[in-house]
């Protein structure tokens, strides 16, 4: 049985930084790749970071540069360290996988697997 937990979400100011965790069961972590969602109320789930097999990472514009997804497949963790961060990043962050032949990093339906989220709180 698949299970993804996240942890390290909370509340923090405008400008401060936040690591999520990812810890993987039940997968080989090496052969998936894997991605971190957000979902803020009223809004759709959207992508914001992914990591490829062989490591390639992805983000979206908005994160790029403020955002790193990191994976250690030996400890079978998915990691996102998240810094200058922004009111607009408040959010439940959820962590994927998946293993399809076609990939597409942000797409919900790509990933088969999901945690229950996290939720990060970024106050002005």
């Given at each position: 049985?698949?299970?993804?937990?996240?942890?390290?979400?909370?509340?923090?100011?405008?400008?401060?930084?936040l690591?999520?965790?990812?810890?993987?069961?039940?997968?080989?972590?090496?052969?998936?790749?894997?991605?971190?969602?957000?979902?803020?109320?009223?809004?759709e789930?959207?992508g914001?970071?992914?990591?490829?097999?062989?490591?390639?990472?992805y983000?979206?514009?908005?994160?790029?540069?403020?955002?790193?997804?990191?994976?250690?497949?030996?400890?079978?963790?998915?990691?996102?360290?998240?810094?200058?961060?922004?009111?607009?990043?408040?959010?439940?962050?959820?962590?994927?996988?998946?293993?399809?032949?076609?990939?597409?990093?942000?797409?919900?339906?790509?990933?088969?697997?999901?945690?229950?989220?996290?939720?990060?709180?970024?106050?002005?």
């Amino acid at each position: 049985q698949v299970q993804l937990v996240e942890s390290g979400g909370g509340s923090v100011q405008a400008g401060g930084s936040l690591r999520l965790s990812c810890a993987a069961s039940g997968l080989t972590n090496s052969a998936y790749y894997m991605g971190w969602f957000r979902q803020a109320p009223g809004k759709e789930r959207e992508g914001v970071a992914s990591i490829g097999t062989a490591g390639t990472t992805y983000y979206i514009p908005s994160v790029k540069g403020r955002f790193t997804i990191s994976r250690d497949n030996a400890e079978s963790t998915l990691y996102l360290q998240m810094n200058s961060l922004k009111p607009e990043d408040t959010a439940m962050y959820y962590c994927a996988a998946g293993s399809r032949p076609v990939w597409d990093s942000f797409t919900a339906q790509s990933y088969s697997y999901w945690g229950q989220g996290t939720q990060v709180t970024v106050s002005s």
